[in-house]
């Protein structure tokens, strides 16, 4: 079972740029596909981001594209997302994910992920 830690989170203002980190321990980490998602007070978990177990396939949503980044480095065991241009309607917990289930496509629905870190709040003003 592996664990996620997330950190980077912060109070950035509008057009700014943050980088978040997702630490994982306890598990092979290059055998989990990743993803990124984030929730907004009253709001339903939303994905943002995934990446292949190698990290040579990537997928974002619609909003974010173009102007959010995710990777990983499977020698770290961390996995990133570079947030720039950002927008205050990103404000939400920006959560990390894991998924163990072999696939040849990226999984964008959170019940299809297995692991799920605490989150870090990214707070961006007007």
């Known amino acids: 079972q592996v664990q996620l830690v997330e950190s980077g989170g912060g109070l950035v203002q509008a057009g700014g740029s943050l980088r978040l980190s997702c630490a994982a321990s306890?598990?092979?980490?290059?055998?989990?596909?990743m993803g990124w998602f984030r929730q907004a007070p009253g709001k339903e978990r939303e994905f943002v981001a995934a990446?292949?177990?190698?990290?040579?396939?990537?997928y974002y949503a619609e909003s974010v594209r173009g102007r959010f980044t995710i990777s990983r480095d499977n020698a770290k065991n961390t996995v990133y997302l570079q947030m720039n241009s950002l927008k205050p309607e990103a404000t939400a917990v920006y959560l990390c994910?894991?998924?163990?289930?072999?696939?040849?496509?990226?999984?964008?629905?959170?019940?299809?992920?297995?692991?799920w870190g605490q989150g870090t709040q990214v707070t961006v003003s007007s």
């Open positions: 306890g598990g092979t980490f290059s055998s989990y596909a």
């Open positions: 994910a894991a998924d163990r289930n072999y696939s040849t496509r990226l999984r964008v629905a959170a019940s299809e992920y297995d692991y």
């Open positions: 990446i292949s177990r190698s990290g040579g396939v990537t």
